[in-house]
Each structure stands twice: as structure tokens, then as C-alpha cells.
């Protein structure tokens, strides 16, 4: 028989994505066209700019990816996309075109907790690829990336349970804000990890927050706080000292990493604990942090557990993972109506 043909649609922030994907797991289509570039002069995301570029850029994306897919709008099956959290105006172009395509074609649609598309990504065969990695249950899985840091539990038969999160500042937002400080350019986290490979973590001590309490939460805004006081003793905020506080910056790089890569790799292996789980999974931008792989790798195998996580496109945003976690939620009865509405905090 045909497979179940999902449209995954994303537009929470700056990339605009549409993927087709068969029966929840296997990509056909997963067309992505990131604006990072448009943003950087203004060293983050500016909103209306993302929305403006999001109306301009979906159709012709969506008729790429149909494209690709070898499919027409007819084939589709569902219509699952990104109903939040994210930037509302950016949301609101993703969610206006799914409830067109929803009506105009009668098929069914779901809208998706982003975070439950960042989790699902580790169900998808690799692009290019046809097998699928098996979901392992129970699992914990952090989703690390410019807006959020988040713990959930993933539950047998694949449903989620938030666990904890970032009172603050989400961890790629800190990568982020620190390399402006140190004039490396935005986004901040893969300067700062090829910086930091010929850096001393131990050189700078900088603070864990948060790694002692009882709690599954985060805070790393003052981290961020503590590096911008080391440069300001240092007097390496004076241009006249750039050249000194270069010959440091792989130290720093290193130190700060380490701080937030600390908090996250203990969080984790604790909710793990908590839950019985027996796979951790990790999602999200910074999940292509090489030390934060290498050492969350390193203490879940001291704990007896797996670690996973999906190739570098799958971790970013795209529309794959909104398709592969509406199809999981649509198979557990999900639907929604044509007046679904954006929602920054919506059921997962
Ligand atoms: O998931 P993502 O593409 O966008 C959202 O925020 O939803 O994540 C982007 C974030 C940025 O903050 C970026 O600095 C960070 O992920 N990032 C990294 C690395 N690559 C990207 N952070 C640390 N190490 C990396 N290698
Ligand atoms: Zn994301």
C-alpha cells in the first residue's frame, strides 16, 4: 500500500521549512532556507524581518519540496506544523498556510509543539538513508538550542513529559551572547567550539549554576555575566588590549564551554536517574557542541545508558521533525481544527 505522506511546516523562527515525510520516518522532501545571514548584521534574530521573509519564501519552498518529494498536493496526507513556541508573527505564516492547505485539500492537521519536533528528529532515517533508528523507551532527552534548554521525559508509546528548563537564558543564546562579547560574530556556538579545541578548560573558573540544587532546571545568564567581569578586570574590553585578550580567547572559549557543557551532561544523567530511562537523546542546535557530544557520551556510558543524536541537518531547524513528531501525535489521536491559533506554550 502507499505510505502516509505528511507536510511538515516550520516557521517558528529564522528558517523556513517544508518536508515531506513518509509514514513518520523516512524523508522524501526536507527543503530548508535558514536567514541567519540576513540577521547577523544585527547580531540576532530581528522578528518582523523573519515573518516578512517567511510570507515571501513559502510557497515557492512548499513547491520545492513537492517537487523533490515527486509528489502534487493531492498525495498529502496530513498537514502538521509548528504552532509554538517561537516568534508569534513568524509562527502565524506557518500556521495560516497549514489551515489553507487543510481546508482546500480536506485533510487532516496537526499543530506541533516545536520542542516535540526537536526530540522527534531522532526518529528519522538519516537523509538519504531508509532505516530509522528504533525509539528506545523510557528516555530522557535534552533540547539544547538558541531559544530553549529543555529536559523531557520520553514516554513509552512516545509521549512527552516536560522534566525542567532554563530560567533564563537557553544555552545557545549564552554561546551566543558571550561570542559577541568577545567579538567573534554570530551564531556564536560554532566559533566558540573550534575555539576552544586548542583552549584550557580549567584555565578561567567560571560558575556552574544551578549543579547542586534538586531541581531539573538551568541558568546560564550568569555565566555570561561572570565572563563579561573577567574581561572588564582583565581590561580586555579596552580596543587598545584586542590583541591580548586574542592569545586568550581560545582559553575562555574553552573555560565558558565547559561550564555550560558541566550544568548540562549533570542535569541530564540526574533526569535519567529520576526516570529509569535507558537512552538519552539529544536535540537542538547545540547538540553539534563536540565537547557537549563527548562528554555526555563519556558519563552516560558510566551509567550504563545509550547516548543519540540526530545528524547536524536534523538538529537545526527544518520541517522533517515537525512532520515525523505531528505524525506521532496524529497516530495518538491528535487533531485539530481550522481554528487552530499559534500558542507559545502549547501541549506537547
Ligand atoms: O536549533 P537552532 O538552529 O535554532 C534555534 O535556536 O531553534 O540552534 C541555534 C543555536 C545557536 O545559538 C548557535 O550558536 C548554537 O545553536 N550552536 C552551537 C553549535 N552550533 C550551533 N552551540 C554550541 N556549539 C556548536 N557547535
Ligand atoms: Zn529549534
Not at 523562527?13 to 544585527?42: K, M, P, W
Not at 512548499?62 to 496530513?78: M, N
Not at 567573534?184 to 566558540?192: H, S
Amino acid at each position: 500500500s502507499r505510505p502516509h505522506l505528511t507536510l511538515g511546516i516550520e516557521t517558528s523562527c529564522d528558517e523556513t521549512s517544508f518536508a515531506v515525510v513518509a509514514g513518520g520516518r523516512r524523508i522524501l522532501a526536507n527543503v530548508v532556507l535558514s536567514q541567519t545571514g540576513e540577521h547577523r548584521r544585527y547580531g540576532g534574530v530581528v522578528p518582523e524581518l523573519a515573518s516578512r521573509r517567511h510570507v515571501t519564501n513559502a510557497v515557492p519552498l512548499l513547491q520545492a519540496a513537492l517537487a523533490e518529494a515527486g509528489i502534487g498536493l493531492g498525495d498529502l496526507d496530513l498537514i502538521a506544523v509548528t504552532r509554538g513556541p517561537g516568534l508569534v508573527g513568524a509562527l502565524l505564516v506557518g500556521v495560516s498556510l497549514a489551515k489553507a492547505l487543510a481546508w482546500a485539500l480536506d485533510k487532516p492537521l496537526v499543530g506541533v509543539h516545536h520542542l516535540a519536533g526537536h526530540v522527534y528528529a531522532n526518529f528519522l532515517a538519516p537523509p538519504g538513508g531508509d532505516t530509522a533508528p528504533e525509539p528506545r523507551y523510557p528516555a530522557v532527552t535534552l533540547v539544547v538550542s538558541g531559544g530553549h534548554t529543555d529536559l523531557f521525559h520520553l514516554e513509552a508509546g512516545g509521549g512527552l513529559r516536560w522534566l525542567g528548563g532554563t530560567r533564563d537564558d537557553a544555552a545557545g543564546e549564552a554561546f551566543d551572547k558571550v561570542a559577541r562579547e568577545l567579538g567573534l560574530g554570530y551564531p556564536g556556538g560554532p566559533v566558540i567550539d573550534r575555539l576552544a579545541a586548542q583552549g584550557d578548560p580549567g584555565a578561567f573558573a567560571f560558575p556552574r549554576a544551578m549543579l547542586d540544587d534538586d531541581t531539573l532546571d538551568f541558568s546560564f545568564s550568569g555565566l555570561k555575566t561572570a565572563v563579561l567581569y573577567e574581561l572588564e578586570r582583565r581590561g580586555w574590553r579596552d580596543p587598545d588590549r584586542r590583541a591580548e585578550l586574542e592569545a586568550h580567547l581560545p582559553d575562555l572559549a574553552a573555560s565558558f564551554q565547559q561550564a555550560v557543557v558541566d550544568v548540562l551532561v549533570a542535569k541530564t544523567l540526574r533526569a535519567a536517574r529520576q526516570v529509569g530511562a535507558r537512552q538519552i537523546y539529544l536535540a537542538g542546535g547545540v547538540a553539534a557542541n563536540r565537547r557537549l557530544r563527548h562528554d555526555l557520551g563519556v558519563a552516560a556510558a558510566a551509567a550504563g545508558l545509550d547516548l543519540a543524536y540526530p545528524p547536524p541537518v536534523l538538529c537545526t531547524d527544518n520541517g522533517a521533525m515537525i512532520a515525523a513528531a505531528g505524525f506521532a501525535a496524529w497516530q495518538r489521536g491528535r487533531r485539530d481544527g481550522l481554528d487552530l491559533d499559534v500558542d507559545p506554550d502549547p501541549p506537547l
